[in-house]
T-cell receptor
Framework: EDQVTQSPEALRLQEGESSSLNCSYT??????LFWYRQDPGKGPEFLFT???AGEEKEKERLKATLTKKESFLHITAPKPEDSATYLC????????????FGTGTSLTVIP | NAGVTQTPKFQVLKTGQSMTLQCAQD?????MYWYRQDPGMGLRLIYY???????DKGEVPNGYNVSRLNKREFSLRLESAAPSQTSVYFC???????????????FGQGTRLTVV
């Protein structure tokens, strides 16, 4: 059973059209949920860590939120430079040092 | 501050050849990881090292070996490469916290490996 599921797989937005990406998880004993951005041909770049339900973090046009079963990455008024693949990962009490990643959402922002 | 450095960036191997992927981090992190990334599969953990001197298997360890040479360096070896090992390989590091979990992982730029 997948521990981390991201949706949608791909998302196309017009510049300025706000939307949300979803990351649902089934692990118990969540220690942390991590959001990354990955540009083509590059390694994942860290964005946020969320530790407990109700927590929110913001950076420029991005806002990440966490509930007991899922996390959302809200993108407000996106720009073409926000185009990338967004990955989420979880770390759980029983996984120790391991991070489990979802397959990502490929975001394209059209000018 | 270079972060996580991987070498080489690109490599083409023939089936049966061996090679070692090198990774070094300069953030003084205890934990290091090797992932592979394939289309539609996401990042899958091959091996990890929670601290210097220890290594553990991840989700897809078959066909690979690792060495944690010192706190900075963590290498991944393919003893006899197979076409199924064609992938993009990422090394990452994170800091282990006393409460039993880790900080976020920082990634290298990847090694694009093709086995023909």
């Amino acid at each position: 059973e997948d521990q981390v599921t991201q949706s949608p797989e791909a998302l196309r937005l017009q510049e300025g059209e706000s939307s949300s990406l979803n990351c649902s998880y089934t692990v118990s004993g969540l220690r942390g949920l991590f959001w990354y951005r990955q540009d083509p041909g590059k390694g994942p770049e860290f964005l946020f860590t969320l530790y407990s339900a109700g927590e929110e973090k913001e950076k420029e046009r991005l806002k990440a939120t966490l509930t007991k079963k899922e996390s959302f990455l809200h993108i407000t008024a996106p720009k073409p430079e926000d185009s990338a693949t967004y990955l989420c990962a979880v770390q759980a009490a029983y996984t120790g040092n391991q991070f489990y990643f979802g397959t990502g959402t490929s975001l394209t922002v059209i000018p | 501050n270079a972060g996580v450095t991987q070498t080489p960036k690109f490599q083409v191997l023939k089936t049966g050849q061996s090679m070692t992927l090198q990774c070094a981090q300069d953030m003084n992190h205890n934990s290091m990881y090797w992932y592979r990334q394939d289309p539609g599969m996401g990042l899958r953990l091959i091996y990890y090292s929670a601290s210097e001197g220890t290594t553990d298997k991840g989700e897809v360890p078959n066909g690979y070996n690792v060495s944690r040479l010192n706190k900075r360096e963590f290498s991944l070896r393919l003893e006899s490469a197979a076409p199924s090992q064609t992938s993009v390989y990422f090394c990452a590091s994170s800091e282990y916290l006393d409460r039993g979990d880790n900080t976020e992982a920082f990634f290298g730029q990847g090694t694009r490996l093709t086995v023909v």
